[in-house]
Antibody
Framework: EVQLVESGGGVVQPGGSLRLSCQASGFTFSSYALNWVRQAPGKGLEWVSTISGAGGKSYYAPSVKGRFTVSRDKSKNTLHLQMDSLRVDDTAVYFC???????????????WGQGTLVTVSS | EIVLTQSPGTLSLSPGDGATLSCRASQNLTSRLLAWYQQKPGQAPRLLVHGASIRATGVPDRFTGSGSGTHFTLTISRLEAQDFAVYFCQQFGDSPLYTFGQGTKLEIK
């Protein structure tokens, strides 16, 4: 059974940093792209970032490009999202989601974690 | 950037009814690049359909995805209590890589 468990959320001041993690199990880690998708309170879904199965390619939404960095640790089956220069409008639940295959072409997100809440506030 | 517009915003129906949810794209989409998700309050989204019409594992056949070009539809037949939720469509594009529609809330009448 695929399991994705996010951690690292919390309250941070504008301009601050936070590092999210997603512990994965139940599938061959390197065979699937992994994604971060966020949802602001009461709002819809917004794609944030994707990293390929091998980790060689990463992609970002324009709203976070240059501020967020996605990475994956094959030895620990863990996905990370380093978030710097945080803004109030980054406040959201951040979900980790498994792609349908090793590259972004397998765009559907077939397993999701329960999410971790990031609150950016002074 | 391709924009996905879902309608209606809210759909009020009774158990046993059929539901038709619409997702319109601002540009033509390759059908295989359209997916649908269900999200219940306090839960993560759940994949229902990808490739516009391919049901995900474990999804009941009451859920049917269809469409092409700029208009896609998710049809749910014989609504059950657990079907009342928010539904999102998603497409794979260029920049941003993935976009979602704003969602349709399916509520009990």
């Amino acid at each position: 059974e695929v399991q994705l468990v996010e951690s690292g959320g919390g309250v941070v001041q504008p301009g601050g940093s936070l590092r999210l993690s997603c512990q994965a199990s139940g599938f061959t880690f390197s065979s699937y792209a992994l994604n971060w998708v966020r949802q602001a309170p009461g709002k819809g879904l917004e794609w944030v970032s994707t990293i390929s199965g091998a980790g060689g390619k990463s992609y970002y939404a324009p709203s976070v490009k240059g501020r967020f960095t996605v990475s994956r640790d094959k030895s620990k089956n863990t996905l990370h999202l380093q978030m710097d220069s945080l803004r109030v409008d980054d406040t959201a639940v951040y979900f980790c989601a498994k792609g349908g295959g090793p590259t972004v072409n397998f765009y559907w997100l077939d397993s999701w974690g329960q999410g971790t809440l990031v609150t950016v506030s002074s | 950037e391709i924009v996905l517009t879902q309608s209606p915003g809210t759909l009020s129906l009774s158990p046993g009814d059929g539901a038709t949810l619409s997702c319109r794209a601002s540009q033509n989409l390759t059908s295989r690049l359209l997916a649908w998700y269900q999200q219940k309050p306090g839960q993560a989204p759940r994949l229902l359909v990808h490739g516009a019409s391919i049901r995900a594992t474990g999804v009941p056949d009451r859920f049917t995805g269809s469409g092409s070009g700029t208009h896609f539809t998710l049809t749910i037949s014989r609504l059950e209590a657990q079907d009342f939720a928010v539904y999102f469509c998603q497409q794979f594009g260029d920049s941003p890589l993935y976009t979602f529609g704003q969602g349709t809330k399916l509520e009990i009448k």
